[in-house]
C-alpha cells in the first residue's frame, strides 16, 4: 500500500527546458512533503520542502508545487541542466514523531 | 555545515562475521536515523534515535543492532547477516522529529553518503 506515488519512473528532458516531477499522496494526514536529489552511489540530498499550509515554495531554480484537493506535488527544474540528471524522491511526512515516507523515484536525464 | 559522514564507504563481510558501520554528524540535530535501500527502491526506514534514546524499530532483525553513543554519533551493529541484507545503508539526522517550528516549518532530513554493504 503506497502512500506516496510517483508513477513515472523515468523522464528525459533537453537542457534549457523545464522538468516537471510529479508526485501523488493518499493520505490527507500528511503535512509536510519534500524533495530528495540523489546520484548513484550517494545519499540522497534534500532539495526543497513544502508545507501543507501552502501551495507554493521556491528556490532559484526550483519550484514545488502543491495542490492538496487533488493530493499532488510536482517539482520544477526550470531551465533543466545535465547536472540536475539524478533521481528524485518525493517524501511525505504526518506532522509529530512521524519517519519520512518516500515514493520509489523518478530519474531524471538531462540531454545536451 | 550540512554534512553528515559514514564510514566505510564499502563494506564486504562473511555471514559469520561482526562489523559496525559509523555515521557522524556535527550540526547539532538530535535525531538520527538509519535507512536501508535497494537497488531502485526508495530508502526504507530502519530506526530512528530521538535524544540518544531509540524511539523507532522498524521490526528489523536482531541481527541489526543500533547504537547512539552521544548525539552526534551513530552505530549500526552487524552480526550474522545473511546475503539479502546486502544494500546502501544510509544515515540522516534532523534538528529533530517533532512538528516542527512555528509557521509550518519541519525538520529537514540530511543523508550521508552510505555504506555499501555486501554480503557473502
Known amino acids: 500500500d503506497q502512500q506516496v506515488k510517483q508513477n513515472s519512473p523515468s523522464l528525459s528532458v533537453q537542457e534549457g527546458r523545464i522538468s516537471i516531477l510529479n508526485c501523488d499522496y493518499t493520505?490527507?494526514?500528511?503535512?509536510?512533503f519534500l524533495w530528495y536529489k540523489k546520484y548513484p552511489a550517494e545519499g540522497p540530498t534534500f532539495l526543497i520542502s513544502?508545507?501543507?499550509?501552502?501551495d507554493k515554495n521556491e528556490d532559484g531554480r526550483f519550484t514545488v508545487f502543491l495542490n492538496k484537493s487533488a493530493k499532488h506535488l510536482s517539482l520544477h527544474i526550470v531551465p533543466s541542466q545535465p547536472g540536475d540528471s539524478a533521481v528524485y524522491f518525493c517524501?511525505?511526512?504526518?506532522?509529530?514523531?512521524?519517519?519520512?515516507?518516500f515514493g520509489k523515484g523518478t530519474r531524471l536525464s538531462v540531454i545536451a | 555545515d550540512t554534512e553528515v559522514t559514514q564510514t566505510p564507504k564499502h563494506l564486504v563481510m562473511g555471514m559469520t562475521n561482526k562489523k559496525s558501520l559509523k555515521c557522524e554528524q556535527h550540526?547539532?540535530?538530535?535525531?538520527m536515523y538509519w535507512y536501508k535501500q535497494k537497488a531502485k527502491k526508495p530508502p526504507e526506514l530502519m530506526f530512528v534515535y530521538s535524544y540518544e534514546k531509540l524511539s523507532i524499530n522498524e521490526s528489523v532483525p536482531s541481527r541489526f543492532s543500533p547504537e547512539c553513543p552521544n548525539s552526534s554519533l551513530l552505530n549500526l551493529h552487524l552480526h550474522a547477516l545473511q546475503p539479502e541484507d546486502s544494500a546502501l545503508y544510509l544515515c540522516?539526522?534532523?534538528?529533530?522529529?517533532?512538528?516542527?517550528?512555528?509557521?509550518?516549518?519541519?525538520?529537514?532530513?540530511?543523508f550521508g553518503p552510505g555504506t555499501r554493504l555486501t554480503v557473502t
Open positions: 540522516a539526522s534532523s534538528q529533530d522529529t517533532g512538528p516542527g517550528l512555528a509557521g509550518g516549518r519541519s525538520y529537514e532530513q540530511y
Open positions: 513544502i508545507s501543507s499550509i501552502k
Open positions: 550540526m547539532g540535530h538530535r535525531a
Open positions: 517524501a511525505a511526512r504526518y506532522s509529530g514523531n512521524t519517519p519520512l515516507v
Open positions: 493520505n490527507s494526514m500528511f503535512d509536510y
